[in-house]
């Protein structure tokens, strides 16, 4: 009993002590006037806070002392100087101190200590999301958009081996969101949430849904891409460029001509502050391989990347997974800012806190493509009770309309008009309560009878629009933000910048330098000085022709594959012209594809003894170079057809192979229903031009083959280089963007 008693009287020695300074406080802060304002007042959000310092400071000077009030965190407390008499102050007063390494017990703040204190201020604190300080997000006003849809209904075929059966993904979805809104998309996997996202931002056209969709009582128009923002479920970035070259990348080419590099290069560094960024702007993005930033930081990109445009619509599938319950808050708290400067934002949500429910305007919810609710999100739980649907405990909202649209009623009050089907077998459960499917058929029921009919009313009432804000969507002009030269280059750039990484690569360098060192030791200064000496050393240029053929298909086969999905993301956008983006993936491969062929042969052509002279030298490496383009070629024309990796890499392995044993060098007489294929290889040309660079001295027939002035072998890698790249671009041009 004694320690209750011993423990009830510090505290209230404490209490008492906290009072007492309080009130110094109040009366040192009031005659000491303050910088907020006239009268000694302080500013509207600090006038009620106060800071208490450790007295072990106490002895420094004021500069120190302030500095030390505002850099040690651990040392402050902040607490209602009009509430500081209640228990839940000092509690909370209490509970503040705990983590102090100093007591309270004879704690008293000199009173020139109090004077050179100053209130607690949000500015003294880095911006940090994660760690739960944030600003508040500014943009500039933009076009407000309305959108209305009605009815919309989507339908995809399965196509069987024996049948076509049609399967409804969206049944009659009908909504709206309004500038300064964010709606809230709900539902169970496979309810049909994403497609109608995709939707209504316009990015799923094939085959052509049904109903009504209007932005700003206008259909849908190419002008609108560049008025919306698409946040993709999946964080497609580069994983070897920094934030801050990401975001750069996407201001130089997504913002409007009229500004200027300087101008879109600001506007990326306000996006990196606006969303706390800053810190790891010289991080790269990271991926499966590589390390990179967190999936929070990642995530603030992906929408930092839509919102660079300042678009007037934005949509996030889902932007929130995988993220911790803080850094999801702050995310939705971001998506709350932007909408208040006039932005309408739509997003997907799987299972939100009771914290981000309630930070939604609007909510839809879905269950099996059909609409179970739509409305203000804080008015959700009394359109269910007003329905019979009620929690029996305490749970999040969130988690209670996910049961319902999974038709699971336990903790939840079955209506009466349920109970009356629960004898019915086949719409019972085991623990007696109704089976998914009744469920889901009386919540449809009961939003078609009881809202659908006012809420399509609500829909046929007009925005409050000019004429002018409705014909600003309505042009079918596109617009691009960068010339199509612009373009090429800022491509180029980061293709350089993205793929260096691979291409120098140590496991790559050093696979080329050890297969060079073998070659180099098993032809060990191998020189020909007659036509007999010549078997030896052809087999080496066979090699060559063979590896550097090799080699860059199957690296090439990967790239469209790879960036299939960026690609899709970044031409659904109108990010660039699908021209500019090939010739820059293709051309800026070319300065990293010299490198290893340089490093081989400077290896491989001293060592094995080749002609030593500079025009064989160079001619030697102008060859290969050109093996490797043709090639590659074949390589970006094979990934751009066939974007399933399994089936590029079989039909590149039997063609390889095909063009190998036609490469004149393992059978020299091809029968003549046959004999076209050799003049398809690469390898076959290669071998030949080779072959006249270092023999051509020696003798004019090498093996059985005739050594001529090497031109229309020249001419026939120089139309493979350019037809290989053709047929890869018309495949590309025929890929659907999804």
Known sequence: MDKPNSSLGLWRTQSDQLAQMSSDASRGGGGGGSSGGSGGTHSRKSSRQMVFASPGRAGGSSSSKNTHIRKTRSAQMKFDLDDVGSGAALSRASSASLGFSFSFTGFTMPPDEIADSRPFSDDDIPEDIEAGTRKKFQTEPTLPIYLKFTEVTYKIVIKGMTSTVEKDILNGISGAVNPGEVLALMGPSGSGKTTLLSLLGGRLTDPAPGGSITYNEKPYSKFLKSRIGFVTQDDI??????????????????????????????????????????????????????????????????????????????????????????????????????????????????????????????????????????????????????????????????????DLANGNMNEVSVPSELEDRVGNSQGETKNGKPAPSVVYDYLVEAYETRVAEETKKQLMIPAPLDEDLKSNVESTKREWGASWRQQYSILFRRGLKERKHDYFSWLRITQVLVTAVILGLLWWQSEVHSPKDLDNQAGLLFFIAVFWAFFPVFTAIFTFPQERAMLNKERAADMYRLSAYFMARTTSDLPLDLFLPMLFLLVVYFMAGLRLTADSFFLTMVIVFLCIVAAQGLGLAIGAMLTDLKKATTLASVTVMAFMLAGGYFVKDVPIFIAWLRYLSFNYHTYRLLLKVQYETISPVIDGIRLDSGLKEATALGIMVFGYRLLAYLSLRRMKIR
Do not use: W
């Not at 991926?287 to 930081?297: D, K, N």
């Not at 708290?333 to 806190?353: M, N, R, Y």
């Open 237 to 402: 970035l580069f994983p070897h460029l920094t934030v801050k070259e990401t975001l750069t990348y996407a201001a130089l080419l997504r913002l409007p001509k009229k500004l200027t590099k300087q101008e879109k290069e600001k506007r990326a560094a306000d996006v990196i502050r606006e969303l706390g960024l800053e810190r790891c702007q010289d991080t790269m993005i990271g991926g499966t391989f590589v390390r990179g930033v967190s999936g929070g930081e990642r995530k603030r990109v992906c929408i930092g990347l839509e919102i660079i445009i300042n678009p007037s619509l934005l949509f996030l599938d889902e932007p929130t997974s995988g993220l911790d319950s803080t850094t999801a808050l702050r995310i939705i708290e971001l998506l709350q800012d932007i909408a208040e400067t006039d932005k309408t934002v739509i997003t997907t949500i799987h299972q939100p806190s009771s914290r981000l429910f309630h930070k939604f305007d609007k909510l839809i919810l879905l269950s099996k493509g059909s609409l179970l609710y739509f409305g203000k999100a804080s008015e959700a739980m009394v359109y269910f009770s007003s329905i019979g649907c009620s929690p029996l405990i305490s749970m999040n909202p969130a988690e209670f309309l996910l």
